[in-house]
């Protein structure tokens, strides 16, 4: 049988909180916290409280009664709230998946179950086909967390949220988690493939030595990553994929091919689109998901990776990106990537 299996950066797929403001204890009105301004434009912009009335509200992390004895909930990281993707964006989102065309999607940047449900169901996705949902709670203090939307039947999912590195033993390897997955051709059966899903550690920094130390983790991770799949079942495939924030020649990453994993995407075509004419640094012939724009220079670098084991080398039938339409991204600043994997069984 072929598999289609796609990996994609939801960006924050956050559905039930939308207010966002700086929370540093102060004493805030609904108005003043509706008319913050948004980090994203995909984003949903803040709006009041409509049981809050006049009353002000203070801002917080945890249930709070408010003054209508009513329980309300605030989530925030550092100091700002959590916000809700525009209702148009996430419809964006959810053409994208439709127009990748995969059996099995892995993505990034997902609130809880509960939002991905949502997401799949009032987005017409589960019509779709994607009735399998698996998101266990990652390590991510911003509540961003992986995921697995699929066509075909889960088996035995697993969380290695927990895993540490000899390096590091007292904290957990993986920024977020390692969420294990088998896929099966149908109930009751045995796996055919097993995917890997990932978010390593970011390229944000302050300065020198936090990139170094943020190279450092993503090779631990990278690392990690080599020491479990070696667990896998033996005779069942695998993917190692998801959104890997370096480029698949970088030396955090290098255990990975080092273990005779294979870049499935190194020859990936493009669809969708077209990418706009007349960017100040044109996007390279190479295959790319991300795009970042500083210091009046671009960069596009393939974060969105799909790895393959060493025996779906000649099983690999096709790759491609389905590019974007906008140069900061179709309410994503990324673009999906995919594969179809032939002769499964």
């Known amino acids: ?14 559905s039930r909180f939308n207010l966002y403001t700086e929370a540093d204890g102060q004493i805030r009105s609904a108005t003043e916290e509706a008319t913050a301004e948004k980090p994203r434009r995909w984003l949903k912009h803040a709006v009041a409280d409509a049981d809050a009335g006049p009353q002000e509200v203070k801002v917080i992390s945890r249930g709070e009664i408010g003054p209508d004895g009513k329980l309300r ?12 993707k ?26 809880n179950l509960a939002a991905l449900e949502d997401f799949v169901e009032y987005l017409d996705l589960k019509k779709s ?18 995921a697995v939307m699929s066509k075909l039947p889960l088996d035995g999912v697993r969380s290695w949220r927990h895993h540490t590195h000899p390096q590091r033993p007292s904290e957990p390897a993986f920024s977020r988690d390692l969420l294990e997955v088998p896929i099966m051709a149908k109930r009751g059966g045995e796996p055919v493939l097993t995917v890997y899903v990932n978010h390593l550690k970011s390229q944000l920094a302050d300065d020198e030595a936090d990139t170094k130390a943020n190279d450092e983790r993503r090779r631990r991770q990278a690392e990690s990553i080599v020491e479990i799949i070696k667990k896998n079942p033996p005779g069942t495939p695998y993917l190692v994929l998801g959104d890997m924030n370096d480029s698949p020649d970088s030396e955090p990453l290098a255990p990975l091919p080092a273990a005779g994993l294979f870049d499935a995407l190194a020859g990936a075509i493009e669809r ?6 007349g960017d100040p640094d044109p996007p390279p012939a190479r295959p790319w998901t991300h795009r970042y724009r500083a210091d009046h220079k671009t960069t596009y670098e393939l974060y969105d990776q799909i790895w393959a084991s060493p025996d779906l080398k000649d099983r690999i039938a096709e790759a491609w990106i389905l590019r974007r339409t906008l140069r900061g991204g179709n309410a994503s600043d990324h673009d999906p990537a995919a594969v179809r994997i032939t002769g499964l069984s």
């Open 73 to 84: 909930w605030r989530r925030e990281f550092l100091g700002k709230l959590i916000y809700a």
């Open 1 to 14: 049988m072929d598999i289609r299996v796609g990996t994609f950066n939801l960006n924050n797929l956050f």
């Open 272 to 277: 969708g689109g077209p990418y706009p004419e």
């Open 129 to 146: 086909g994607f009735k399998h949902l698996s998101l266990i709670e990652g390590n991510d203090p911003r509540f961003i967390d992986v």
């Open 86 to 111: 525009e209702p148009e964006a996430q419809q964006t989102l959810a053409a994208r998946i439709k127009e990748l065309d995969v059996d099995v999607l892995c993505v990034q940047e997902v609130e």
